[in-house]
């Protein structure tokens, strides 16, 4: 099959590899219809997640058709077609059945890092991504989630990370009605964060980003309050919004390849000396009310990072963070496409066949040619 590889930090073609085949009782291959690039998959890309090695597949957002199952599976049948969660999960341990997914302890064991992925280095467990003709997805009778005949696959794909990201980053703001909530980042997780706390009650929310055609996009697609942090003082003008208190909450849509700071992004980003540049998470804190909440949904990379802890314990604050729990958003976010309230293919600006994902990386690293996502079609124009 050809299938997308990790050729050494800052590299990727699309290359032949082997078919994948069935391992264990519970797995199945997916035919991949459609697959995005993720904001997160230039953290590994670039050198920031440990133990990425050359010739894996990146990749942990698809939509495809079940081509083969194992002996063990139920749930799921040859013709199906699905949406994967980014996690791979067993459904059965202490975690899954509290519907903490991304805490799964059997597909990524001997360790406290989350739960196996796809696509995402050794560290979370090695497993071979989507980008790619075709993929082995373990447990697949547990982890898919069946697409509904009314919803195109499309519209189906962004629900496999980025939305039902920005829904929990939404969700662990403890929205009670008419908070102002600031979203540093429009990224798509930024962007479904945005329209998750409008949906929520939120009563304002300010959008921060540094590319003005991102905010534009934010301000078109969902009507909110926008600031471009190289033109301010973004926490002397949030706070000059806010009655000099801060914003109720913040979501830190970034996570370690934050810009700002040239002396995090030299430490973090260059030298691996910290877990990435931490500059959207103190900013969090700095704009955020003593006593409000701060949401960190962006992801970041190894242990140690140089936040701000002093002033986050004396403001008194709260922080939420997590990997998404995608499988238990899944059947509410398809209900929302289904009753017309979001289109969520409108976010995948950049489409294209398998061949042109090393060109879509760079165009969405570079953020190019008003990219903000980008789906790859590795079989061939979709016809869901």
């Given at each position: 099959m050809q299938a997308l590889t990790y050729e050494g930090p800052w590299r990727v073609a699309v290359k032949e590899k082997p078919d994948p085949r069935i391992e264990h009782p519970q797995d199945g291959i997916v035919r991949v219809e459609a697959a995005a690039i993720c904001g997160s998959d230039f953290h590994i890309m670039h050198g920031m997640i440990p133990d990425t090695r050359v010739g894996s597949t990146f990749g942990h957002e698809f939509v495809g058709i079940v081509e083969e199952v194992g002996r063990g599976v139920t749930g799921v049948k040859r013709g199906d077609r699905v949406a994967l969660p980014f996690q791979i999960f067993c459904g059965s341990c202490y975690y899954c059945q509290r519907g903490l997914t991304a805490c799964c302890m059997n597909t990524n064991p001997g360790t406290d890092a989350a739960t196996g992925m796809y696509g995402y280095s050794h560290t979370m467990g090695g497993y071979d991504g989507g980008q790619a003709q075709y993929v082995r997805v373990p447990f697949i009778g547990v982890d898919?989630?069946?697409?509904?005949?009314?919803?195109?696959?499309?519209?189906?794909?962004?629900?496999?990370?980025?939305?039902?990201?920005?829904?929990?980053?939404?969700?662990?703001?403890?929205?009670?009605?008419g908070e102002t909530v600031l979203v540093l980042g429009c990224g798509p997780v930024g962007l479904f964060a945005m329209w998750s706390l409008w949906a929520m009650g939120a009563g304002r929310v300010i959008a921060v980003d540094h590319y003005d055609y991102k905010l534009e996009f934010a301000r078109?697609?969902?009507?909110?309050?926008?600031?471009?942090?190289?033109?301010?003082?973004?926490?002397?003008?949030v706070k000059g919004m806010t009655e000099n208190?801060?914003?109720?909450?913040?979501?830190?849509?970034?996570?370690?390849?934050?810009?700002?700071s040239p002396v995090h992004r030299a430490l973090g980003i260059y030298a691996k000396l910290e877990a990435g540049s931490p500059q959207a998470l103190n900013t969090?804190?700095?704009?955020?009310?003593?006593?409000g909440t701060i949401s960190v949904i962006g992801a970041y990379g190894p242990p140690f990072t140089g936040v701000d802890i002093g002033t986050f314990m004396n403001k008194a604050q709260t922080m939420r963070t997590g990997q998404a729990s995608v499988k238990r958003y899944m059947p509410l976010l398809f209900e929302h496409i289904q009753a017309g309230r979001i289109?969520?293919?409108?976010?995948?600006?950049?489409?294209?066949?398998l061949e042109k994902a090393?060109?879509?990386?760079?165009?969405?690293a570079q953020k190019k040619d008003g990219c903000i996502k980008c789906a790859l079609f590795p079989n061939g124009p979709i016809t869901h």
């Open positions: 898919a989630e069946h697409v509904p005949e009314d919803v195109s696959s499309l519209d189906a794909l962004p629900l496999t990370d980025a939305f039902p990201t920005g829904y929990q980053a939404a969700e662990m703001c403890n929205i009670r009605g078109r697609w969902l009507g909110v309050e926008t600031l471009n942090f190289r033109d301010v003082d973004l926490v002397t003008i208190l801060g914003a109720d909450a913040t979501i830190d849509a970034v996570g370690a390849e934050a810009a700002g969090a804190i700095h704009a955020t009310k003593k006593g289109r969520p293919s409108d976010v995948l600006t950049h489409r294209g066949p090393p060109e879509f990386y760079h165009t969405m």
